[in-house]
């Protein structure tokens, strides 16, 4: 694999649209991050942490939210060294799809999120 830093530096100066989605996708991540952090609430007993199509809501602690700001880092930072990969072995292509992917993943993410807190 080639030094990370040449291979960003090859990304900048080729992929300009690759680059936007890398950098959307780690705001995205960081909006996530930062309101799932804010929408915990360490003084309730019990949550809404799931939803299940036979048994409906389930409730769990407060704990359990913090699936939420662990997804939002692993689609930031990790999500984008593993496109990184992908574009060396794969091209730009392939990368941008898994880019959209992850953006897909995020706003997916936001949206259960919201739903939970909904019902709360």
Request: charged share 15%; aromatic share 14%; no cysteine.
């Amino acid at each position: 694999m080639k030094n990370i830093g040449k291979v960003f530096k090859q990304i900048y100066l080729e992929e300009k649209i690759m680059l936007v989605l890398m950098i959307l996708n780690l705001l995205g991540s960081l909006a996530l991050f930062i309101f799932s952090l804010v929408t915990l609430n360490p003084s309730t007993a019990v949550v809404k942490i799931g939803y299940g199509d036979i048994g409906g809501y389930r409730n769990g602690s407060w704990s359990d939210m913090f699936a939420f700001p662990i997804l939002a880092f692993i689609f930031g930072i990790v999500h984008n060294f593993i496109a990184v990969r992908i574009y060396n072995k794969r091209g730009a292509g392939m990368t941008k799809f898994f880019l959209i992917a992850t953006s897909v993943l995020i706003i997916g993410t936001f949206i259960v999120l919201l739903r939970l807190l909904e019902k709360v």
